[in-house]
């Protein structure tokens, strides 16, 4: 069946490293994958939406990288601050539609640690 | 920076109960969603909404759930007869085209008891 994974750890790092963060996905191909961040009991913010044919996206601190060969995204945050710590949500439609039936992978929570 | 609202923050019911929960989208929003999130898990998508018409749902929306646009602004999910198991985060979400990326509300949580 048709899935999508997230590093379910927690990611613990130092202020001022790159965090780096992981969602994979089986099957189908999506038009596009996107990033959102939820903290707790808040809705998920979007961050970035990256297509097919780009392989990377960068926006301010954050980057995004899509190998729809390896079907994996990576998501970088760049000079981390405490106030990035939160959980990273990538979600995707898996129908491969350019669509907003979103399946969301568990997320991961990062820590940034001053 | 407009944004998508939701009422009530919480509510509580008893098993077996109807429940409405509320959202005002984004206001120059066509396509509206609810998803829900079942504490500790993913966040699950229920149905779409354009139109005035529902135009995907996931095998979670059932007889059980509706929804409505009864006015230009809101948007209703309607639960009827209530079960444990419906006691989750509600998310309310709204976008402008149907691949643009969703705003989300910050939810109703649901307890049943």
């Known amino acids: 069946s048709q899935k999508i994974e997230q590093n379910s750890e927690a990611l613990n790092i130092q202020e001022g490293k790159t965090a780096t963060l992981t969602c994979n996905y089986t099957n189908y191909s999506p038009a596009y994958l996107q990033w959102y961040r939820q903290d707790p009991g808040r809705g998920p913010v979007f961050l970035l939406l990256?297509?097919?044919?780009?392989k990377e996206k960068r926006k301010e601190r954050l980057k995004v990288t899509f190998d729809t060969t390896l079907k994996q995204s990576l998501f970088h945050i760049t000079a981390s601050q405490p106030a990035d710590s939160a959980t990273y949500l990538c979600a995707l439609d898996l129908r491969g539609n350019a669509g907003n039936m979103l399946t969301f992978g568990g997320g991961t929570r990062l820590m940034v640690k001053p | 920076e407009p944004e998508v609202t939701q009422t009530p923050s919480h509510q509580v019911t008893q098993m077996g109960q109807e429940v409405i929960l509320r959202c005002v989208p984004i206001?120059?929003?066509?396509?509206f969603y609810w998803y829900r999130q079942i504490l500790g898990q993913k966040v699950e998508f229920l149905v779409s909404?354009?139109?005035?018409?529902?135009?995907?749902k996931s095998e979670i929306f059932d007889d059980q759930f509706s929804v409505e646009r009864p006015d230009g602004s809101n948007f209703t999910l309607k639960i009827r007869s209530t079960k444990l198991e419906d006691s989750a985060m509600y998310f309310c979400a709204s976008s402008g085209s149907v691949n643009s990326p969703l705003h989300f509300g910050n939810g109703t949580r649901l307890t049943v008891t």
């Open positions: 206001s120059n929003h066509l396509y």
């Open positions: 909404f354009y139109n005035n018409e529902i135009s995907e």
């Open positions: 990256i297509r097919e044919n780009e």
